[in-house]
């Protein structure tokens, strides 16, 4: 099969309907198509359609006499990317009318043609009616589930409304220039060379925004191993965590690598690199080989440094601990889709757990820098604040950015601030025995 519409449809019921992650099944589903436009359609559509499913599912629930959802979800998530590229990807109406009637051929449903063609001449026809209905309801509106708004409005009353005024809005991706390899200027002039406008970060030393999204492996530098992927938000964590030549690294929980790579293209570094899952690390270990780097791989349970530890004090420890993923919406929608409001409260459990077992790895004088991409104070502030009132010895560092906010002991930066995604990082130094700080 290699229609764009009818793959991405069945990969978006997948999505949203069985738990599945949109970047996995994206690149289970991409190398299908050969063509280049294909995969960027492809990816389009998963995007916008994760982004905007509560919206249209909530539509879908309106036109639709008898739920398709369960019975027929393939056809379900077509007639939801049929209104998205309407709506959202602004399709002539026509065309998007017809290119939903052949995918839904492809996927063997030609005989529900009428189906589609009802439900979007429809939704057309009453088009000011429909929407205006869909507005009226913030859910529907910012395609965002009640609770998840509701935490937002209660944590961030006064930002609430630029955050969702940009969570919706997709985000170009953020280049890293890899400094062992490549100099920033020389990237964003190899750029513009090949028809890619875009400019530096303003306070990132390493960030390069693009002004639009593209195949980032097909850009100048990629295979060469000069630029990576990261968003400036997670680039901020090699400032925090202040390496120098020769230090003992700790990260926790490092894949796919992308701050550990980074800490490594900042200076040479004993580096161990954690993660609990083995094909996980997998992709550290292709990031490092891209990049040129060198770092300890190890598969453990950070909560668990008896199974993996060899009792020597790091100077250095990373924890980017599992998290709702909230503050990455722009770039993971379907994160709305998968996360419940019950999830938070395990979630801060095991991010204290994990700072309490990694707390006396860390040698006195070292940093342990907690972050999360996360925009909950459940998550971030306060988990923080109870570690830091638990250990006396832990001193916490003040951080003050160009963006976001004092939150706890550490620093919130909420998504679109400085075109950066959402992010959340506390550091803390272990005072030496005397109760100092080295
Ligand atoms: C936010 S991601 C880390 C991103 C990574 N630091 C980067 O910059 O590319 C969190 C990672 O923590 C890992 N993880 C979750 N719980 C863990 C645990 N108890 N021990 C070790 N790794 C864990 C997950 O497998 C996941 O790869």
Not at 143 to 160: C, M, Q, V
Not at 174 to 202: E, M, Q
Not at 317 to 339: E, F, Y
Request: glycine share 8%; charged share 25%; with cysteine.
């Amino acid at each position: 099969m290699n229609d764009p519409r009818a793959l991405a449809a069945r990969a978006l019921a997948e999505v949203a309907l069985r738990g599945a992650s949109l970047r996995e099944v994206q690149a289970r589903t991409a190398p299908a198509l050969a063509d280049p436009r294909d995969r960027a359609l492809l990816a389009a559509l998963l995007h916008e359609g994760a982004r905007y499913w509560l919206r249209y599912d909530a539509l879908l629930a309106r036109l639709l006499e008898r739920p398709l959802r369960t019975r027929l979800p393939a056809l379900h998530a077509l007639l939801i990317l049929g209104l998205v590229q309407i709506e959202r990807m602004r399709l002539p109406e026509y065309a998007a009318v017809a290119a939903t009637v052949e995918a839904a051929r492809v996927l063997g449903h030609g005989h529900q043609s009428g189906l589609i063609n009802a439900v979007l001449r429809r939704f057309l026809r009453e088009r000011a009616a429909l929407t205006a209905a869909l507005d009226a309801d913030a859910v529907t509106r910012h395609a965002l589930p009640r609770w998840l708004l509701d935490a937002l409005a209660h944590d961030w009353p006064e930002s609430a409304g630029s955050v969702l005024a940009t969570i919706n809005v997709e985000a170009p991706p953020t280049l890293r220039v890899n400094r062992r390899r490549a100099d920033r200027d020389a990237i964003i002039a190899a750029l513009a060379g090949a028809g890619h406008a875009a400019h530096a970060h303003p306070w990132l030393r390493d960030a390069v925004q693009l002004d639009a999204s593209t195949d980032v492996t097909r850009l100048p530098g990629w295979a060469e191993g000069t630029i990576a992927v990261q968003d400036g938000a997670a680039q901020i964590a090699a400032d925090l965590l202040d390496v120098t030549p020769g230090l003992r690294v700790l990260d926790a929980c490092a894949a796919p690598g992308g701050k550990a790579c980074h800490l490594l293209e900042r200076a040479d570094l004993d580096l161990l690199a954690l993660d609990r899952e083995p094909e996980r690390l997998a992709r550290v270990a292709a990031n490092l080989e891209r990049l040129g780097l060198t770092a300890t791989l190890r598969a453990g349970d950070a909560s668990q440094p008896g199974t993996w530890w060899d009792g020597r004090a790091f100077d250095r420890i990373l924890l980017d601990a599992p998290c709702s993923a909230t503050g990455v919406l722009r770039r993971q929608p379907d994160v709305r889709l998968h996360r419940r409001a019950t999830d938070i409260p395990t979630l801060a459990q095991t991010q204290r757990a994990l700072l309490d077992a990694l707390w006396p790895l860390l040698a006195p004088g070292g940093r342990l820098l907690y972050a999360t991409c996360s925009l909950l104070r459940a998550e971030n502030g306060s988990v923080a604040a109870a570690f830091a009132a638990a250990h006396a010895d832990a001193e916490g560092v003040p951080i003050v950015l160009p963006a976001g906010r004092a939150d706890g002991p550490g620093w919130q930066i909420l998504p679109g601030e400085d075109g950066l995604d959402g992010m959340y990082y506390a550091a803390f130094v272990k005072r030496a025995g005397n109760g100092r700080v080295r």
